[in-house]
């Protein structure tokens, strides 16, 4: 099975209002230059805040699943024909936590909602403490079939748990989508290049990761295949980027490096990774 996948950069704002027109008018591009089965969105694509940006104010942007914004993103799937993915500032149901949930809502090429995912290991690091924000998740993605290969994901600050990537794999996964805003700073693009490049061929899967752009974010978004070769790119700034896949080049490199196969679980703490 063969996929194609537009990576959207962008560079969101704190109004959803703003962010739902860009993606507007990147669907209409990505539709025009590449027809892809698949676009996906950065975190918190639906509106996104600078480093030190108070509980209230991201809060205050909050949209259940059901609101408008997400209502639009479907209406985009639906219209183009093709499945979008993207990240949401979702209002927690619980009235006693003032914190947002950091989600990624991925909706099929009919605009039906396919797939939701609460970001469980939050960005508590650098200096910065995601957790003050947001209110994290409590289970791990399951991977859904789709007629590109079964699809895995997981968000930004996750990749630097292997153990989260290797839950993917292990139900399954050949693909494994990975929407970001990675904080910029020393060593930072080094570490989100190399951890995506990682992710992908100790599990002989696909990693695309879709990244946030601008003044406190890296961008780079990149696509890695199971055999960690990069096969398409991003620089800095805005951009759409096509990645192709292919099931049979994961079955393929699989039986190259069976390193997965060949695991000794019941020599590692962490038993069943």
Known sequence: MKGKFVLAQTASVGDPAVNLKKAEELAGKAWEAFQPDVLVFPEMFMSFFPWGTDRDTVRSTAQPLEGPFAARMRELAKRYGMWIVFGMNEASADPADRRARNTIVMADDRGELAAVYRKTHLYDAFGYRESDLIRPGDRLFDPIETPFGRIGLFTCYEVRFPEVARDQR???????????????????????????????????????????????????????????????????????????????????????????????????RAEGL
């Not at 055999?227 to 699989?254: H, N, P, Y």
């Open 170 to 268: 292990r139900k399954g996964a050949d693909i494994v989508l990975m929407p970001a805003a990675w904080a910029a700073g020393a060593l930072k693009s080094l570490h989100f290049r190399t951890l995506v490049t990682a992710r992908a061929l100790e599990n002989g899967v696909y990693v695309l990761a879709c990244d946030q752009c601008g003044a406190d974010t890296v961008g780079e978004s990149l696509a890695v295949d199971p055999m960690g070769v990069t096969i398409a790119g991003a620089g800095e700034g805005e951009t759409l980027i096509l990645a192709s896949t292919d099931t049979e080049r994961v079955r393929e490199v699989r039986r190259k490096a069976a390193s997965f196969d060949q695991r000794r679980p019941d020599l590692y």
